[in-house]
């Protein structure tokens, strides 16, 4: 029954369902009829405005077409307007730049012709004041002692004109003078001009030209021979007087000289006694030349020590009283003084073979000294020093002493050796009198100084490392009645005399003119302060140097030629020592003052490009300069007449435009 009831209400149920379905569907039914009229009625208006619209578009075409055809027309009627106005004004604005370019024209051709004129009277101006100015400079240079380098200048001025760029030229003006233009100079390169420009004449000299000292080391109271040259730069015969100063003595020379030639003059003149270095002066007192700076030279010359004398004897050989008889020599003589160590020795007197003789001989000459030998019954030579003389053929002679001894003689060719010198008047008596009773017998040899009348040699003299002599003289006055001369002494000491050994002066004596000076003392200077001084006294700046472990005082700039003391100055005693000297003389390369061949010149100057730098120069236009105003009136001409000749053409133009119609 619950199930019947329940399909009873589901059943009913089902019917009201539908029903309401049945409704629905009605419903819809009714919209849809309600759709379709209401579209049919939209494709109706939609027929009916498609057609509107088509009427339109059809109305809006022909709109546009009668538009265009307006729109056309005047566009090609503004075109043409626009046209001809544009043609107007181009021909008004020609016509304007027209008279406005002649304006101008004028304008700036009265400009130029004024400022030429002004840059004209201007470079003139610059151009006096500069030649004003070199000629200034020109009048206060000073001549100084630095030599000439031509060559040198021009190629330092040809690596300055290398690192330009455009158009280069050089200026070379100079006196051309001998001595520093004989050089080689350097090849121009094609890209620089060169003119030479001569300056100065020709001018006569007169230069001291040398002066030496002989010895420039002398010993005390050796006496010195000053030897000097005169040289004549002209083509007259010349006459001068020199003057030689030393210390407190003076002497006068008269010195001829021939044209383009040299003379020579002489003096002698003690050392000056307890002097380190000295200065000699040399002085041309009336030259009348073109130079002065050439008229005065100084030598600086340097007493040296004792000559440093050792002597060993083989004593079975060399009786006691020769070797008495040499002691009592080189104490008798001021510049020597004798020393027991042969090593520190610089001569070496040797008789006989003692003990390691030849070690020392060597020892000796290998530091330039002298070894005097004396032969003996034992031993005629030591070491290879003799080897010329021949020495191995002989044999030693003895006379008896009733007889007469062998005579000396002075060979011709030696009578002029500087041994003899001091004998030529006979003052000192005669080197040759005497006579030996002993000798190593020898053949003759041709450079002996002295021999025996039979040509066994006696005195012979060999240069090599350092100076030998060779002594075939006893000095025993039992064997030889030759020491008891009046020339023995003297003779010996001028033997003495000529074994110094070769040395040179100290550098710091001589200096190149344009060069610096340096010294360096033998000891450190106390009690004052180094100073350096000039003739005038005055003091040159000096630096000090000890950085090597040798003090050593430089001169801070070069130095000119002159005489200069290097001196202690003692602030409390206000004096001044002199400790050292330096002379600087003039260049022998700037005494002659003439010119060189123009003909050098011009090739140098023609060496880049023939014929286009050794052109002549007009120095009137160098000096007055160009007058430009015929060429800026020539140019305003050739303005105005350009000007004209525009002016007409566009007037021309603009009228052939304006009367000339449209297209």
Same mark, same amino acid.
Request: negative net charge; hydrophobic residues 40%; charged residues 25%.
């Given at each position: 029954?619950?199930?019947? @009831?329940? +399909?009873? =209400? #589901? /059943?009913?149920? &089902?019917?009201?369902?539908? *029903? $309401?379905?049945?409704?629905?569907? !009605?419903?819809?039914?009714?919209?849809?009829?309600?759709?379709?009229?209401?579209?049919?009625?939209?494709?109706?208006?939609?027929?009916?405005?498609?057609?509107?619209?088509?009427?339109?578009?059809?109305?809006?075409?022909?709109?546009?077409?009668?538009?265009?055809?307006?729109?056309?027309?005047?566009?090609?009627?503004?075109?043409?307007?626009? @046209?001809? +106005?544009? =043609? #107007? /004004?181009?021909? &008004?604005?020609?016509?304007? *730049? $027209?008279?406005?370019?002649?304006? !101008?024209?004028?304008?700036?051709?009265?400009?130029?012709?004024?400022?030429?004129?002004?840059?004209?009277?201007?470079?003139?101006?610059?151009?006096?004041?500069?030649?004003?100015?070199?000629?200034?400079?020109?009048?206060?240079?000073?001549?100084?002692?630095?030599?000439?380098?031509?060559?040198?200048?021009?190629?330092?001025?040809?690596?300055?004109?290398?690192?330009?760029?455009?158009?280069?030229?050089?200026?070379?003006?100079?006196?051309?003078?001998?001595?520093?233009?004989?050089?080689?100079?350097?090849?121009?390169?094609?890209?620089?001009?060169?003119?030479?420009?001569?300056?100065?004449?020709?001018?006569?000299?007169?230069?001291?030209?040398?002066?030496?000292?002989?010895?420039?080391?002398?010993?005390?109271?050796?006496?010195?021979?000053?030897?000097?040259?005169?040289?004549?730069?002209?083509?007259?015969?010349?006459?001068?007087?020199?003057?030689?100063?030393?210390?407190?003595?003076?002497?006068?020379?008269?010195?001829?000289?021939?044209?383009?030639?040299?003379?020579?003059?002489?003096?002698?003149?003690?050392?000056?006694?307890?002097?380190?270095?000295?200065?000699?002066?040399?002085?041309?007192?009336?030259?009348?030349?073109?130079?002065?700076?050439?008229?005065?030279?100084?030598?600086?010359?340097?007493?040296?020590?004792?000559?440093?004398?050792?002597?060993?004897?083989?004593?079975?050989?060399?009786?006691?009283?020769?070797?008495?008889?040499?002691?009592?020599?080189?104490?008798?003589?001021?510049?020597?003084?004798?020393?027991?160590?042969?090593?520190?020795?610089?001569?070496?007197?040797?008789?006989?073979?003692?003990?390691?003789?030849?070690?020392?001989?060597?020892?000796?000459?290998?530091?330039?000294?002298?070894?005097?030998?004396?032969?003996?019954?034992?031993?005629?030579?030591?070491?290879?020093?003799?080897?010329?003389?021949?020495?191995?053929?002989?044999?030693?002679?003895?006379?008896?002493?009733?007889?007469?001894?062998?005579?000396?003689?002075?060979?011709?060719?030696?009578?002029?050796?500087?041994?003899?010198?001091?004998?030529?008047?006979?003052?000192?008596?005669?080197?040759?009198?005497?006579?030996?009773?002993?000798?190593?017998?020898?053949?003759?040899?041709?450079?002996?100084?002295?021999?025996?009348?039979?040509?066994?040699?006696?005195?012979?003299?060999?240069?090599?490392?350092?100076?030998?002599?060779?002594?075939?003289?006893?000095?025993?006055?039992?064997?030889?009645?030759?020491?008891?001369?009046?020339?023995?002494?003297?003779?010996?000491?001028?033997?003495?005399?000529?074994?110094?050994?070769?040395?040179?002066?100290?550098?710091?004596?001589?200096?190149?003119?344009?060069?610096?000076?340096?010294?360096?003392?033998?000891?450190?200077?106390?009690?004052?302060?180094?100073?350096?001084?000039?003739?005038?006294?005055?003091?040159?700046?000096?630096?000090?140097?000890?950085?090597?472990?040798?003090?050593?005082?430089?001169?801070?700039?070069?130095?000119?030629?002159?005489?200069?003391?290097?001196?202690?100055?003692?602030?409390?005693?206000?004096?001044?020592?002199?400790?050292?000297?330096?002379?600087?003389?003039?260049?022998?390369?700037?005494?002659?003052?003439?010119?060189?061949?123009?003909?050098?010149?011009?090739?140098?100057?023609?060496?880049?490009?023939?014929?286009?730098?050794?052109?002549?120069?007009?120095?009137?236009?160098?000096?007055?300069?160009?007058?430009?105003?015929?060429?800026?009136?020539?140019?305003?001409?050739?303005?105005?007449?350009?000007?004209?000749?525009?002016?007409?053409?566009?007037?021309?133009?603009?009228?052939?435009?304006?009367?000339?119609?449209?297209?």
């Amino acid at each position: 029954e619950t199930l019947s @009831a329940s +399909l009873a =209400a #589901a /059943e009913e149920r &089902a019917f009201s369902l539908e *029903a $309401a379905h049945d409704t629905l569907q !009605a419903e819809v039914e009714s919209l849809r009829s309600a759709v379709d009229l209401a579209y049919g009625q939209a494709e109706s208006e939609r027929g009916h405005l498609e057609a509107e619209l088509l009427a339109a578009q059809e109305a809006l075409i022909a709109a546009r077409e009668g538009f265009d055809r307006d729109q056309d027309r005047l566009e090609t009627e503004l075109g043409q307007a626009r @046209a001809a +106005l544009t =043609a #107007a /004004e181009d021909a &008004a604005a020609e016509d304007r *730049a $027209a008279r406005e370019a002649a304006e !101008a024209a004028r304008a700036f051709a009265a400009d130029a012709v004024a400022r030429a004129q002004d840059d004209a009277t201007k470079a003139a101006q610059r151009h006096h004041q500069s030649v004003t100015a070199l000629e200034a400079a020109l009048n206060e240079a000073e001549i100084t002692g630095e030599p000439g380098d031509a060559a040198s200048a021009l190629r330092i001025a040809l690596d300055r004109l290398a690192g330009l760029e455009g158009k280069k030229e050089m200026l070379v003006i100079s006196d051309f003078q001998t001595g520093s233009w004989d050089g080689t100079l350097p090849d121009l390169p094609p890209s620089v001009k060169a003119v030479a420009m001569p300056t100065g004449a020709p001018a006569g000299n007169l230069s001291l030209a040398a002066l030496e000292l002989d010895p420039s080391l002398p010993l005390d109271g050796e006496p010195i021979q000053i030897l000097g040259r005169v040289r004549n730069f002209s083509e007259e015969r010349r006459t001068t007087r020199v003057t030689i100063t030393l210390g407190a003595s003076r002497q006068s020379r008269t010195v001829e000289i021939g044209p383009w030639s040299e003379g020579q003059f002489h003096a002698e003149m003690p050392s000056p006694a307890g002097e380190g270095e000295f200065a000699v002066k040399a002085t041309l007192e009336d030259a009348e030349d073109a130079l002065s700076a050439d008229d005065v030279r100084w030598a600086i010359g340097k007493r040296r020590d004792p000559l440093r004398v050792a002597t060993r004897f083989d004593p079975e050989s060399v009786s006691e009283v020769e070797t008495e008889v040499w002691s009592r020599l080189l104490t008798s003589f001021a510049w020597t003084r004798v020393t027991d160590d042969p090593a520190g020795a610089e001569v070496l007197v040797l008789a006989g073979h003692p003990d390691r003789a030849a070690k020392m001989a060597k020892g000796v000459l290998a530091k330039g000294g002298t070894l005097i030998y004396r032969p003996t019954a034992g031993h005629q030579a030591i070491g290879p020093w003799f080897d010329a003389l021949q020495l191995a053929s002989g044999r030693w002679e003895t006379r008896n002493p009733q007889e007469e001894g062998w005579r000396l003689r002075i060979p011709v060719a030696a009578e002029r050796d500087s041994l003899f010198k001091l004998f030529a008047l006979g003052e000192y008596g005669d080197p040759s009198a005497g006579t030996s009773s002993t000798r190593w017998t020898a053949p003759p040899a041709p450079n002996a100084l002295m021999e025996f009348d039979d040509g066994v040699p006696a005195v012979w003299r060999g240069d090599g490392e350092g100076k030998v002599w060779w002594w075939n003289l006893p000095f025993d006055p039992e064997q030889s009645t030759w020491p008891s001369q009046p020339a023995f002494l003297p003779l010996i000491g001028e033997m003495l005399l000529l074994s110094k050994p070769r040395e040179l002066p100290p550098a710091h004596t001589l200096v190149a003119p344009g060069q610096g000076a340096k010294w360096e003392p033998e000891r450190f200077p106390e009690g004052g302060t180094v100073v350096l001084l000039g003739e005038d006294g005055g003091t040159i700046p000096l630096a000090e140097d000890a950085a090597s472990g040798t003090l050593t005082y430089r001169t801070a700039g070069t130095l000119q030629p002159g005489a200069y003391r290097w001196s202690l100055r003692d602030a409390a005693l206000d004096r001044d020592i002199t400790l050292a000297r330096t002379a600087v003389n003039f260049p022998d390369t700037e005494m002659d003052c003439r010119a060189i061949d123009p003909a050098i010149i011009d090739r140098w100057t023609q060496s880049s490009t023939p014929g286009g730098f050794g052109r002549a120069l007009n120095w009137a236009a160098i000096r007055d300069g160009i007058p430009l105003w015929p060429w800026c009136l020539a140019a305003a001409l050739a303005l105005f007449t350009v000007e004209g000749t525009l002016l007409w053409m566009d007037s021309r133009s603009v009228r052939k435009r304006i009367l000339t119609p449209n297209a």
